[in-house]
């Protein structure tokens, strides 16, 4: 039926047509409303989020630095400065790394007790642990990240972060630990204990989770028992058997501290507990295509870092273990903590003591022997000329050795 254009009718369907194929048209984006009522601070604050959705860090990065600078009193002020060190961290990069770095650390220190402080340092952490490099290599990434990670868990051991941190903190002490190994390792089967000791000393004592501290123990227990100190070694065998009870090392342990006389001790129930967890957890780290493959990466393999116990939380620079100090005249003392920790062997050179004034001094010698020397150089003055001078040079090497020795300590198994 066809409606005159005049028609009332004709006139409703035609503006009815009109308003559906306009709503079929595509919206437009809303631009920010930059009026006076708009909050400028938070449109900024989505326009950079938005960026670094987009990847555009270094526009997102301008716009966040123009919203701290232009509203210092906004309430996006700590979130832009988080995102800003989030944009850093996004990108990756040896530089962008380091800045990432800086920008957490001046977080942490203008906003130390928000909740996203713990996050900010947890990142620090894991900027650290990202540069980390394989064991044979540069040490610097992995002991500043062990720094951080330590420094998260002990500023916020309650956090929802910890229990990834303290993972991650194995996984780097084990790289640390292997690095030492591989050293000792070399040197224990080149045949020189004393620079193998070196290592392995704080080896054992810093990293008890490290995936081959037992294998660490049997060597020093060996190093000192070949060279004649049962009674250090014994303590090293001792660990084995109560620390790592399932160690392929226990029987032979076992043996040598029944030969050298000392009582064989029980294992550590909390030892055990933790060394059947680890099996059961079945660390990957020995199928050959994983080894082949970690070859190709260019950071460190961690699978066979620990899943269980607790991390080492104290710095390199403390000391955690007994000191074993060998005095001349072959006697030793063995200062022990708890009897399951390390005996490091230090020896101590003293310098020999300078008095000028007694070569000028009077010297009391009995009357016959100052007699029997009066006589000797009236008989033979050229002699006892010579025996005097032999006996000066003498006295000037013997000083000039000990202050050489000044202050010297040296670190050695026997």
Not at 87 to 94: F, K, W
Not at 160 to 177: D, G, I, N, P
Not at 201 to 227: H, K
Not at 246 to 274: C, M, N, T, W, Y
Request: contains cysteine.
């Amino acid at each position: 039926m066809r409606y005159p254009k005049h028609n009332p009718a004709w006139i409703l369907t035609t503006l009815l047509v009109v308003a559906l194929v306009a709503a079929g048209c595509g919206k437009k984006t809303q631009q920010p409303d930059f009026t006076a009522s708009a909050e400028p601070d938070k449109i900024l604050f989505e326009r950079a989020m938005a960026d670094i959705q987009e990847r555009k860090y270094d526009v997102a990065r301008l716009t966040l630095q123009t919203l701290l600078n232009a509203y210092p009193d906004s309430e996006y002020l700590a979130q832009a400065k988080l995102a800003i060190a989030d944009a850093y961290y996004a990108e990756g990069g040896t530089s962008a790394l380091t800045q990432a770095v800086a920008e957490y650390k001046d977080f942490i220190t203008f906003f130390p007790f928000l909740e996203e402080a713990a996050y900010a340092q947890m990142r620090v952490g894991m900027i650290y642990y990202r540069r980390m490099e394989k064991p044979d290599r540069d040490r610097t990434n992995a002991r500043l990240a062990e720094e951080e990670l330590q420094a998260f868990l002990l500023k916020y051991p309650n956090h929802e972060l910890s229990k990834e941190a303290t993972q991650r903190l194995r996984e780097v002490q084990e790289v640390l630990a292997e690095g030492d190994y591989r050293i000792a390792n070399y040197y224990y089967v080149k045949g020189s204990p004393r620079a193998a000791a070196g290592r392995l000393l704080e080896l054992v004592d810093r990293y008890p989770l490290f995936s081959r501290a037992d294998r660490a123990l049997w060597m020093l227990g060996d190093t000192y028992d070949r060279n004649e100190r049962g009674e250090v070694a014994a303590q090293y065998y001792s660990r084995i058997l109560s620390d790592y009870p399932l160690s392929e090392h226990v029987d032979k342990a076992k043996e040598r501290l029944i030969a050298l006389g000392f009582p064989v001790p029980q294992p550590k129930p909390e030892a055990l507990e933790r060394m059947q967890r680890e099996n059961e957890m079945a660390r990957e780290g020995g199928n050959m295509l994983r080894k082949f493959t970690g070859m190709l990466k260019t950071g460190p393999d961690v699978s066979m870092s620990a899943r269980t116990g607790d991390p080492n939380m104290s710095p390199p620079s403390e000391p955690t273990s007994s000191v074993q100090i060998l005095t001349p005249g072959g006697t030793s003392t063995v200062g022990a903590n708890g009897g399951s920790s390390a005996g490091v062997a230090v020896q101590t050179v003293t310098p020999m003591p300078q008095n000028t004034a007694a070569s000028t001094s009077p010297v009391a010698v009995p009357t016959g022997a100052a007699k029997a020397k009066k006589d000797e150089e009236e008989k033979d003055p050229d002699r006892a000329a010579k025996k005097k001078k032999a006996e000066e040079e003498k006295k000037k090497k013997e000083e000039s050795s000990s202050k050489k020795k000044k202050g010297i300590r040296r670190i050695i198994p026997w």
